[in-house]
């Protein structure tokens, strides 16, 4: 089948602009790189959840191992670098500090005069991204589906010391809101992001961002990034006993785009899919509760099921009358602002 013309506009578009992949949780591979390569992304930030120093070295090791394709970014300029020499420039980042979350006498005091822990390491390590608590409450704080919870005195300590190190800070979304909101409060001067949240006013789920939420990510000069996994786009607590959430479409994915839009303004929101390529399909419902996540396994908005249909979220949005300088932000300008400014 010939591409129509929206088609060929949409991919002009991506090859000539700066493109950053907000978030993504896939796992790196040649094929992954290839895929995001080939429609224009120049820099994804990447999940390393959960596996600690490993995910590090892994992760050095594959920049090792394919030098001619990808960059490990760990400054402003690390991403125009990756650009200028067509390789996929590489955000490390946690959606959760579960990896620093020791206790009294582990490998991480919080709780001493001067915190003594291993963040220092993960930032020189190439960590530049991080985020509070996944989900389900930690030593910092609550998660999403423990919303009540606020900040704890480590969590205090934890988002001055990211703040101290140059890290940028990622809440809500996994982050609870009690957590999220006592994070902002002590952030002021500091660009906060949620790399991966759609809005509750249109999905009513505890994953998903409040109006106030919004509005103090705003504040800060901060963005939120649109997710594309159906049940955050489509699923609501009016759902909690529906067993598969109805199929959303990247229209559906945008209406969240454009609410934030005009309640924030266009410099406050961005892309951060979420995909999850090469990743098992089972989830743990246990800890996102009934309210976000349906039965089945993780499935993605129709006509954005993954990275390699980016095209398909330009013509959607140009349908809709978006200029390219609504385009530039939203695609990139917005995070790099907030790079800028913490790293």
Known sequence: MAPTEENQSA??????????????????????????????????????DGTGLRGFSEIHEFVYEHSDEVLLVKCIQDIFKANKEEK?????????????????????????????????????????????????????????IDGHIGLSKAGRRLVEEMHRLNIVLDVGGHTGDKASMDALEISEGVPVICSHGNARAIANSSRNLSDEMIMSIAKTGGVIGINAINDFVMRGEEM???????????????????????????????????????MSDVRDRAIFGTDSQDAGPRRFVKGFENISQLGNVVTALRDRGWDDGELNAVFSQNWLRVYQAVW
């Open 88 to 144: 996929l420039g590489i955000i490390a980042g946690w959606q959760s500090s579960n990896d620093l979350s020791n206790g009294r006498h582990g490998e991480n005091d919080w709780w001493s005069v001067k915190p003594r822990t291993q963040l220092r390491a993960y930032k020189e390590l190439g960590l530049r991204i991080c985020g509070i608590a996944y989900q389900i409450a930690n030593v910092f704080g609550g998660g999403a």
């Open 240 to 278: 909690a006993q529906v067993h598969e959430t109805p199929l959303g479409t990247t229209h559906d994915m945008i209406r969240h785009l454009e609410y934030m839009k005009d309640l924030v303004g266009i410099d406050h929101i961005g892309l951060g899919p979420d995909f999850t390529w090469g």
């Open 11 to 48: 991919a002009m578009f991506l090859q000539s602009a700066l493109i950053i992949n907000g978030l993504d949780s896939s796992v790196l591979s040649e094929d992954y790189v290839e895929m995001m390569r080939s429609v224009g992304v120049d820099c994804c930030h990447l999940s390393l």
